[in-house]
């Protein structure tokens, strides 16, 4: 049935089919896209990893459009209509100060998307250059960068970021600085990997030879390597990034009241977890929805790009 | 050999190090004015510098440093503000409740996870394999805190089959004189067995979802060795030889695996520590993440940074054990 399909889709491929999956691409951009297209085609027969796929594009869209989507305003309050169960009206209830809980979830989207978003721009930054510096200039440079890469890896992930928030001060900021200043060892010890298996390698060397510098190298020549291997981790981390940033709101660290952040909200409906249990409930699957949405998709990305991996 | 191991020790020594200036240094950036904190904001100008001198804070960053490193050589963390003791002493009192939750927790990990494990590995591709891989997933992505509350309301509030939170019923609080700490070994060390199982019942709910978290690792892993070892010659042979599959399976290839499993299960059980922290917290464990989240919300600084230093010499205590044990045990590390 499937070979059926396929022979039926070749030989109605429209030309830019063609073009994407031609064996003797004419320029470096169509060999690119090419690439892109088959990696999209082995992705797209995984359905879990679509799934995950789906999961954060939703999560982007409600962000984005949450005030279109809430039916109520996310601080909206209505003492009249404390901790009601879900219902007509409030689809998901409301909490103990009667604000509907749909439309602070559907605003707290924003908080996490934008939490995974800064990580994602500095943490897997700050571990590339590290990486790629101590392994393509090796010697003590090496040495020092990965003793100290070591020193933060040794420590429990969130009880360092505990510390840091407790040093900085709580709230979501400095959850977010905590968050990126304990995740980026895992990314240098990757980039320096990467580094390594290229470091030797004849394209390197002719490029020093035509008189270029090492920060020229390891930007232009050695950093875009990387890249494939950190995107597939920094996927699979974001759950990790969600659940210790949703931990520190649920503590009281992160985000403070009354945003609507979903660990904190967490927080907010544990007092009243035993009669109204939505409260809590609520927030908690969308924390999970999401996260698993980000393991889904870094466990698809992975087996595409990376396949080396397990 | 030995000349690797103390190369490994040396290298932790030096990791231990940068722990203690990682804590250092978070207690210097601190908006809390430590000379403040002791003696108020209407001490007078001569009082202030008086103690800031004796505490050693006109000193250079570095010689601070020094001094901070032999008052922890010397066991000294501190006093805590909000219980007016020793640090070292507090955290020293709470340890062992975090030690006997994880115990159980990383029991249980392992006594689900490895079989999982090998499930999956010698049904590779199966329903069974997809399930145990999604499971995981879905450990993976799931806030243990709100697990925690989940399992309350379901198996506490609906089905009353755990008693509520805590480390024992309020009745029994207090019988057992505190020998080890770990109130189910001390119970059956006063023979009082209501105790016993009163905290054990207690300890039922809070360790097994602890334990679920590290069961997706332990069962990724033992499939990940398992099918290695699988591909092997001497398994075809021992198949060639007629022993039944179990055997094979269970004996000659988990042999094999069984020395990085144990390194996989000390690294879990590290992790296990630092999970404790929210478990504790929905559980009002009385363990040492509930004393760190505790002394974090009164701004208890020298409390929260010896919590901390001590969790983070255990993590990187068990890091060197699994190392150690890796080295010693399998022949092919020598």
Redesign the interface.
Known sequence: MRDKAAVTMSDASPPWRAWLTTDTPQSRLQARLGRAWTGWRTFRRNR?AMAGLLIVLALVVVAALAPLLAPHHPYEQDLANRLLAPGPGHWLGTDSFGRDILSRLLYGARLTLMIVALVAVTAPVVGLLIGTVAGYLGGWTDAALM??T??FL???????A????????PGIENAVIAIAITSWPPYARIARAETLTVRHADFISAARLQGASSLRIILGHIMPLCVASLVVRVTLDM??VI?TA??LG????GAQPPLPEW?AM?AAG?QN??EQ?WV??M??FA??IV??G???LG?GLRDVLDPKG? | MVKRCLGLIASVAVTLLGLLLVTFLIGRVVPIDPVLAIVGDRANADTYSRLRMELGLDLPLWRQFLRYLAAVAQGDLGQSVLTSRPVLEDVLRVFPATLELATVAVVIGAALGVPAGVLAATHRGSLADHAIRLLGLVGHSVPIFWLGLMGLLLFYAKLDWVPGPGRVDIVYEGLVEARTGILTLDALLAGETDVFWNALHHLALPSVILGLYSVAYIARMTRSFMLDQLRQEYITTARVKGLSEARVVWRHALGNIAVPLITVIALSYAHLLEGSVLTETVFAWPGLGQYITNSLLSADMNAVLGGTLVVGSVFIGLNLLSDLLYRLLDPRAR
Request: glycine share 12%; charged share 10%.
């Open positions: 879990l003793r100290v070591d020193i040794a420590f429990p992930k969130l009880i360092l505990l510390a840091f928030v407790a040093a900085l001060g759950a990790g659940l949703a931990g649920f503590l009281g660290l660990g967490i544990r977890v035993l249990w809590a409930a927030p908690g924390i999970f996260s698993l980000f393991n889904l466990d397990d």
